[in-house]
T-cell receptor, first 113, second 113 residues
Framework: AQSVTQLDSQVPVFEEAPVELRCNYS??????LFWYVQYPNQGLQLLLK??????LVESINGFEAEFNKSQTSFHLRKPSVHISDTAEYFC???????????FGTGTRLQVFP | NAGVTQTPKFQVLKTGQSMTLQCAQD?????MYWYRQDPGMGLRLIYY???????DKGEVPNGYNVSRLNKREFSLRLESAAPSQTSVYFC????????????FGNGTRLTVT
């Protein structure tokens, strides 16, 4: 069965520093990959997705993620974070064979001034 | 632009009581889902409905039942609440199961004493 691993439960970083949130998934023939963001007391919102095509995908607020098939990873990066990026980030993987969406356990990004 | 609406936002139950969590979406989505979110465990799928008229078990269905009332509404019922069901419950919908992004409600915080 498909599984998703987010090794870092918390990532503290200073404002304007770069950040990488790691996501690895178990191997599968075909996958669809997502990053969601959750702000306090809210539901999850889609940040970006990879379905096919270019392996580098970007969001409107400066985040990007790269699909690496050989390493079964989909790490999320931002070159310069803002205080407003403080939130919990969830990686999710949909197995192309079963269409089941599996979430990682989340990474809490804390941005300090 | 209501999106996905969940009611209630908060609920406290005594062990053994029953309740129904309501969810409605106005995006004409085919698929709907119920997740629970617990600290350190990410989101776990309870039940889903790939299309109107169908429902299937997810990862943690025990103790829950669902009804896909029509295309818009998908309710979750706890017949006899237990303290282990204390959690935050999220309803979500998507155009298609698997590759389409999920749209989440703002959650129901349930405490079972």
């Amino acid at each position: 069965a498909q599984s998703v691993t987010q090794l870092d439960s918390q990532v503290p970083v200073f404002e304007e520093a770069p950040v990488e949130l790691r996501c690895n998934y178990s191997s599968s023939v075909s996958v669809y990959l997502f990053w969601y963001v959750q702000y306090p007391n809210q539901g999850l919102q889609l940040l970006l997705k990879y379905l096919s095509g270019s392996t580098l995908v970007e969001s409107i607020n400066g985040f990007e993620a790269e699909f690496n098939k050989s390493q079964t990873s989909f790490h999320l990066r931002k070159p310069s974070v803002h205080i407003s990026d403080t939130a919990e980030y969830f990686c999710a993987v949909s197995d192309g064979n079963t269409d089941k969406l599996i979430f990682g356990t989340g990474t809490r990004l804390q941005v300090f001034p | 632009n209501a999106g996905v609406t969940q009611t209630p936002k908060f609920q406290v139950l005594k062990t053994g009581q029953s309740m129904t969590l309501q969810c409605a979406q106005d995006m004409n989505h085919n698929s709907m889902y119920w997740y629970r979110q617990d600290p350190g465990m990410g989101l776990r799928l309870i039940y889903y409905s790939a299309s109107e008229g169908t429902t299937d078990k997810g990862e943690v269905p025990n103790g829950y039942n669902v009804s896909r009332l029509n295309k818009r509404e998908f309710s979750l019922r706890l017949e006899s609440a237990a303290p282990s069901q204390t959690s935050v419950y999220f309803c979500a919908s998507s155009e298609l199961q698997g590759r389409s992004p999920l749209h989440f409600g703002n959650g129901t915080r349930l405490t079972v004493t």
